[in-house]
């Protein structure tokens, strides 16, 4: 399955009126336990690189504060200004999940797991965590980390990953959740390369291996969906 039967899907659920119903009344398009190549940018719409840059910006800069996006340029998104305390804060800024020492330098371990063994299959990075259930409300935020675990391999050169979510909207999460995944990947292929370099430089890595591309991302959702405010945009 690739994002154009996604894509498909929601289209005729649309035409078909399959709706569930919100707390607050809203109809929603759901479709639960989802799995596709994610093989382009957007499901609906096109992305909004100027946000996406400034996100990837702020997930690395480790801030758990939205008004980290903008600065004093402009307000933050409403999307994260629902997830967040009044101080601004949000447990999901995605960098600090998977770079910082509290979360145990994930993305380096990760690499260091495929430089030394290349054919692993416990190259993950665990987003989500069992504590969520005392922070995702704390302070009135509400921020129940939507991303579980990414999962990545070395396969035939190539360097692929396998996202697991818990929640994503069609139409605005997936694309900006989309634009970091591939922001990652990218990033851990050079990363590798670089290490399998320096290991053959001093004898300590395989002389023959090549270096590896960027392969495919694998998506997987528990629950995919479109809130009616976005039923215009399903085409």
């Known amino acids: 399955m690739k994002v154009s039967?996604?894509?498909?899907y929601f289209i005729d659920e649309l035409k078909n009126e399959n709706f569930t119903i919100d707390k607050t009344?809203?109809?929603?398009?759901?479709?639960i336990g989802a799995s596709f190549l994610a093989d382009e940018p957007s499901i609906f719409g096109t992305p909004n690189q100027e946000y996406v840059d400034k996100e990837i910006l702020w997930y690395i800069t480790q801030s758990n504060n939205i008004n980290d996006i903008y600065g004093d340029d402009r307000e933050p998104p409403q999307a994260w200004k629902y997830s967040a305390n009044k101080y601004g804060e949000i447990n999901s800024n995605y960098?600090?999940?998977?770079?910082s020492d509290k979360y145990y330098q994930q993305y380096g371990m990760a690499v260091d797991e495929l430089v030394q063994n290349p054919d692993s299959r416990r190259a993950s990075m665990i987003y989500q965590r069992p504590s969520i259930w005392m922070e995702y409300d704390e302070n009135g935020k509400n921020d129940f980390i939507c991303t579980n675990a990414v999962t990545y391999y070395i396969r035939n050169g190539k360097l692929d990953a396998v996202v697991q979510m818990r929640s994503n909207d069609v139409v605005f999460g997936y694309k900006n959740d989309y634009a970091w995944q591939l922001h990652v990947l990218k990033m851990m292929s050079e990363d590798i390369n670089a290490s399998r370099k320096s290991g053959r430089d001093i004898g300590i890595c395989d002389l023959d291996a090549e270096d590896i591309s960027i392969g495919t991302i694998t998506w997987q959702v528990q629950n995919l969906?479109?809130?009616?405010r976005h039923f215009d945009l399903v085409k």
């Open 5 to 8: 039967d996604i894509r498909n």
């Open 25 to 31: 009344g809203q109809k929603t398009i759901e479709m």
């Open 95 to 99: 960098g600090k999940l998977i770079y």
């Open 225 to 228: 969906h479109v809130y009616e």
